[in-house]
């Protein structure tokens, strides 16, 4: 396992050099599973993962390719390849948040929420731990699940504001090292920041599913839960990095219910649909387009990577 201190803060003069990385950070996906494609068809495949759920989200498994609908930019397109993935090797990058809206009982119920993870998870999955508040620290690089967590966790301190979204951007970078196929960013926050449109681009860019816990409340921290209560959670960062990706935002207000949170994100992480197209616009334009997709069953929920860029060239 490896530790570093070093911060990786943004400096003016990296802004080209994380901008070039962003543009060329596209999701690379395991072999498909659908029809054989032509050279040129693959050159225009769009890939990304979507989860459905039902009643009180109970996951749904078992759909065919003609339950679902896709649009490109307001334009059908036809599916090429549905694949329910079931408990494949998993990447995690796991950010965690050290603002000073993490005080008291929240930094210690995240870090023992990250032990809870890496007990979810076995070898061949990977992780790896950021903290974060006004910039962005790598503590533990890509290790095994069962490896020793506890010397880099047990000495984070809390203070600063919190900016979500450099942290989002660096785990986007870092999670091209990764080296399983299925890659997801899991965040531990209180979620009082709001999300920023660059970062959003850069989802688009990446389109790796963001899953979120919002740490709401503890004990003895009335006053910040009575904010945290009257705060629309709808525009929090976490919620809406998640929405834009395809992932999930739970928010919580105890271990308790942290703990059954994060049973239902792990499941997530590791049971999606991967969807493939070939997009009927072959412009290699580099440009942001949005995607929708519906579901036969309109009783169903169906939770999916909003927009994604096109390939440049």
């Known amino acids: 396992m490896r530790v570093k201190s070093e911060r990786l803060s943004i400096h003016p003069a990296m802004t080209s050099i994380l901008a070039s990385l962003l543009l060329i950070g596209l999701t690379e996906f395991g072999p498909s599973h659908g029809r054989t494609l032509s050279e040129s068809e693959a050159e225009n495949v769009v890939s990304f993962y979507a989860s459905v759920t039902g009643a009180s989200g109970i996951p749904i498994d078992d759909l065919k390719i003609e339950d679902f609908q896709v649009y490109e930019n307001n334009k059908p397109q036809k599916l090429a390849s549905l694949v329910f993935e079931k408990s494949v090797p998993i990447s995690v990058g796991v950010l965690v948040d050290i603002s000073r809206t993490m005080t008291g009982e929240r930094i210690g119920m995240a870090l023992e929420l990250v032990k809870a993870l890496a007990e979810k998870l076995s070898s061949p999955d990977e992780l790896f731990v950021f903290d974060f508040s006004e910039d962005t620290q ?21 203070g600063g504001p919190s900016r979500t979204g450099l942290a989002v951007d660096l785990g986007l970078i870092k999670l091209r090292e990764a080296r399983n196929p299925k890659r997801v960013l899991f965040i531990l926050s209180t979620g009082l920041d709001i999300a920023g449109p660059a970062t959003l681009d850069h989802i688009a860019r990446f389109r790796y599913p963001i899953f979120a816990l919002g740490l709401k409340g503890g004990a003895g921290l009335s006053g910040t839960l009575a904010r945290l209560k009257s705060l629309n959670v709808k525009g929090s960062a976490l919620k ?74």
């Open 138 to 158: 790598e503590i533990v690089d890509y290790v095994s699940p069962e490896d020793y967590l506890d010397d880099p966790l047990k000495h984070l301190s809390t």
């Open 240 to 313: 809406v990095y998640a929405e834009h990706s395809g992932g999930n935002a739970l928010f919580v207000e105890s271990m308790q219910e942290a703990r059954r949170a994060l049973d239902q994100l792990v499941f997530d992480f590791k049971n999606q649909y991967r969807l493939e197209y070939v997009s009927s616009n072959a412009k290699r334009d580099g440009k942001v387009r949005k995607i929708e997709v519906k579901i036969a069953d309109s009783a169903l929920e169906v939770r999916f990577l909003k927009k994604y860029q096109a390939p440049r060239h």
